[in-house]
């Protein structure tokens, strides 16, 4: 008998990727979860792919065959990291399959607020021609201070658009470190929290979900930044405290904002920073392209074959890299 893939997101033509990409020397079963297809395969399956909900010490129990548990997505919130450890399987996430597409919205949605792209479109739209009228502020991306929380795979993509595409002036704020060579090299300087907040003209977040970040961007780290900066996050939505963002965008504490994940999602359709005409917002999608769909598809499969292979995976969750030799 073939070891068998569960395969269990069909989203955005990820199934058809993956019939198309399978290994050879497997069984595919593209099933997603709640189904009866995925509720036979799941006791069966030697590696599953794709993101489910629930993984707790049941869900391993009814698994008891799996050696790899592999996500698409970048953000692992979801995951029962100690029941993971309890039943030894390691679980990965997708390598930065997403961070270009990602860093290309982000930098879609500085454009965005600095050039009022929604209200240039409704206008325009509804025959409102500005032509030589007085028109709101605008802004130019070249020059200006870039403060990036969390350089992680798609942060140091944002600081490499920005820099040699923009001339912007970039610096960071991260767990890990870099050495000055790689600062030097990625043109990137290191700064405190506060000192980036109140040094930056755009701040954004991409940083993981964690006990640290949760509400990181806060009433308080609000107050730090200057009255003209943005504040853009395309990293989890939890980080950001959004009753606190709204008090800051309507009083004028910061300029404005973009947002592509929420807190909630989606979010209540009474969320007073839907109404505001200085956010711009996307519906968490920054890292959905057709490109992104095809790594994450590569990277799973990939993994899938290291496991049976006996390597270890790559992209393991930091929380337990050290299950795996």
């Known amino acids: 008998m073939l070891p068998k893939i569960l395969f269990t997101t069909v989203m955005d033509g990820l199934d058809r990727h993956a019939a198309e990409m399978a290994p050879e020397g497997f069984e595919l079963v593209i099933a997603p979860q709640f189904t009866p297809a995925y509720t036979a395969a799941l006791p069966e399956a030697e590696y599953l792919v794709g993101n489910v909900h629930g993984m707790d010490d049941g869900f391993y129990r009814t698994a008891s065959r799996l050696k790899l548990v592999q996500l698409l997505s970048a953000g692992y919130d979801h995951v029962d990291l100690e029941a993971a450890r309890r039943a030894a399987v390691p679980v990965c996430n997708n390598g930065g399959a997403n961070s270009r597409a990602v860093a290309e919205h982000t930098i879609l949605l500085i454009l965005a607020v600095y050039r009022r792209l929604i209200l240039q479109h409704d206008l325009t739209s509804k025959?409102?021609?500005l032509g030589n009228k007085p028109m709101p502020t605008f802004h130019e991306m070249h020059g200006r201070?870039?403060?990036?929380i969390g350089l992680g795979t798609i942060g140091?993509?944002?600081?490499r658009i920005?820099?040699?595409?923009f001339d912007m002036k970039v610096q960071y704020n991260d767990l890990v470190r870099l050495g000055e060579d790689e600062e030097d090299s990625r043109n990137v300087r290191y700064r405190l929290l506060p000192e980036l907040l109140a040094t930056s003209d755009i701040v954004s977040c991409h940083v993981p979900l964690t006990s640290l970040t949760r509400n990181m961007i806060n009433a308080r780290t609000l107050a730090q930044?200057?009255?003209h900066?943005?504040?853009i996050n395309c990293g989890r939505g939890p980080v950001v405290d959004l009753a606190a963002l709204h008090e800051a965008l309507t009083t004028g504490r910061i300029a404005g904002a973009g947002l592509d994940v929420f807190p909630q999602e989606p979010p209540p359709a009474d969320e007073p920073v839907l109404s505001l005409d200085n956010v711009v917002l996307s519906p968490h999608l920054a890292g959905a392209s057709r490109e992104t769909r095809i790594r994450q598809t590569r990277n799973g499969f990939d993994n899938v074959l290291r496991v049976a292979r006996g390597e270890r995976p790559l992209w393991?969750?930091?929380?337990?890299r050290d299950m795996v030799a």
């Open 225 to 227: 930044m200057q009255p």
């Open 316 to 320: 393991l969750l930091p929380e337990l």
């Open 145 to 148: 201070t870039l403060g990036i």
């Open 156 to 159: 140091k993509r944002v600081a």
């Open 229 to 231: 900066a943005i504040l």
């Open 127 to 129: 025959g409102l021609w």
């Open 162 to 165: 920005a820099g040699r595409g």
